[in-house]
């Protein structure tokens, strides 16, 4: 089993949470969590995480009230690690506001490039090898009008060799080793000589949807891959 998800009162967790319980009753509980996020556009809502090493434990509570708790089992494919100069782990959560996103990459002192302007309603960032997605749903009249801090996190590509998956997979390996690790795609597209390869893994349920990952290949070689709705990406702390 990776992931449990309670949304009814009738099942509590081993410290004694139900759903309905209040945000202090968890906290009382459970302490001080390792992050909460919110969201400019939805304040009413709120998760707290809880991270202990293998496992995630979060909390969604509405108007501080606990809506729901999940437990989600830490795999190599639940988070995607780098160093930071700081010696200490900054967290980004798939949801997390580009706002709060570049406080804590700025206090971490983590370099990143980001456009001077956003196209549509999305917008890249790039740092340690990786671009970064941040955007919204909502339909506006022009890109002007967007309320730019409250874009979310939604997606990461990875362009180096630097990373690789859980099952060990890296850029400038084959497209044969791809097939032979990961087997038949859900997805295949071809554009130009390009193959995409979608992978979604149905047995890792996270908080927002399926844990995809989506290969590109090009001459026989990954160029790049990447990931919708991990849990989050950890800046680990370095030794």
């Not at 009814?8 to 996020?37: C, F, H, K, M, W």
């Not at 190599?76 to 780098?82: A, D, G, I, M, Q």
């Not at 700081?86 to 967290?91: A, D, S």
Request: glycine share 8%; proline share 5%; hydrophobic share 35%.
């Amino acid at each position: 089993m990776k992931n449990i998800t309670v949304e009814v009162d009738q099942i509590s967790t081993n410290s004694g949470l139900t759903v309905g319980d209040s945000v202090d009753e968890a906290i009382r509980l459970y302490g001080q969590p390792s992050d909460t996020i919110c969201r400019t556009r939805y304040p009413e809502y709120k998760v707290l995480y809880y991270y202990s090493e293998g496992y995630l434990f979060a909390i969604i509570s509405e108007n501080g009230t606990v809506l729901s708790w999940e437990i989600e089992i830490d795999t190599p494919e639940f988070r995607l690690s780098l160093i930071t100069a700081q010696g200490k782990p900054v967290y980004l959560y798939i949801g997390i506001e580009m706002s709060q996103a570049e406080a804590r990459l700025t206090e971490a002192e983590i370099p990143f490039d980001k456009p001077e302007t956003i196209e549509q309603n999305t917008t890249c960032w790039r740092l340690k090898g990786l671009d970064l997605m941040f955007g919204t749903n909502e339909l506006r009249p022009a890109p002007d009008h967007y309320d730019i801090s409250s874009f979310e996190f939604y997606q990461y590509t990875v362009k180096t060799p630097d990373y690789k998956t859980g099952k060990g997979i890296q850029v400038g390996d084959t497209e044969e080793k791809l097939l032979e690790v990961y087997g038949p795609a859900r997805e295949t597209q071809e554009q130009n000589g390009v193959r995409s390869y979608c992978y979604v893994l149905d047995e890792c349920k996270y908080l927002l949807g399926d844990l995809q990952l989506i290969f590109t290949v090009e001459d026989g070689k990954v160029v790049s891959w990447s990931g919708s709705f991990p849990a989050y990406i950890c800046f680990d702390a370095a030794n």
